[in-house]
């Protein structure tokens, strides 16, 4: 069982809502809902969790070890909306945040999040993006991958996170997941006639995403 499964299962048979959880445990309703969607809780987290509902870590996530001994090093931000020269950090700004030990995050590079451009997925200030570029993916763009995508136009850049989507007429689209009207447009891939000065990449694929929380 997965561990947002675990979660949700002692979360119903005590009668609670994600709501209820979250207040005892200090945190939103939306991180509630994002553990049981999938989202990884970090570890302090999961001791406090473990505690709340009486059961040992081991028990909580089901002898399954979270080994958070990697880092990836947070190298820039992606923020809609924002033009700059680049989207990457100065060296001196330039950080490791812990991340589990896996396999499929070698090679990887961290983004922060910044803005709402995609903030029904990703909050803003707490969200770090683990990705890898496309060129070492090891299998083709699929509908729904989250990317990273790079808006290059007279001589800056703009770099967001936004889903993936296949048009009827095959054409891939840039999807945003937000609730600020300003970034609720999705953007073609390939650009129309009528913008031929503004360009669009996809740059990286987002392979984890890790919420801290203060």
């Known amino acids: 069982m ?3 499964q675990r979660i949700h299962s002692l979360r119903t048979a005590r009668g609670l809502t994600q709501k209820e959880l979250a207040d005892a445990l200090d945190t939103s309703g939306a991180n ?3 553990w049981e969607a999938g989202s990884q809780p970090r570890p302090e987290t999961l001791r406090k969790i473990a505690e709340f509902f009486e059961k040992s870590i081991d028990g909580l996530i089901g002898n399954h070890h979270v080994d958070m001994d990697s880092h990836v090093r947070v190298v820039g931000y992606v923020e809609a909306g ?5 989207f990457e950090f100065l060296p001196d700004d330039v950080y ?4 589990p030990n896996k396999p499929k995050f070698e090679g990887s ?7 709402r451009s995609m903030d029904q997925e990703y909050p803003p200030g ?12 090891p299998r083709e763009l699929q509908p729904q991958d989250h990317v990273i995508a790079v808006r290059h136009r ?4 703009e770099a967001t996170v936004k889903e993936l989507r296949i048009g ?3 054409r891939p689209w840039l999807w945003p997941k937000s609730t600020d009207p300003r970034h609720q447009q999705p953007i073609p891939v390939e650009p129309d006639d009528s913008d031929e000065e503004t360009t669009t990449e996809v740059h990286a694929v987002v392979i984890g995403a890790f919420i801290e929380r203060l």
Do not use: Q
Not at 96 to 99: D, G, L, R
Not at 109 to 115: D, K, P
């Open 154 to 157: 007279a001589g800056k850049m």
């Open 82 to 86: 924002v033009w700059a020269e680049t």
């Open 96 to 99: 490791e945040a812990p991340i």
């Open 168 to 170: 009827e007429d095959g």
């Open 126 to 137: 707490h969200t770090v993006l683990v990705c890898k570029r496309l060129i070492d993916m």
């Open 109 to 115: 590079f961290g983004l922060e999040v910044r803005g």
């Open 2 to 4: 997965r561990i947002g």
């Open 32 to 34: 509630i809902s994002r």
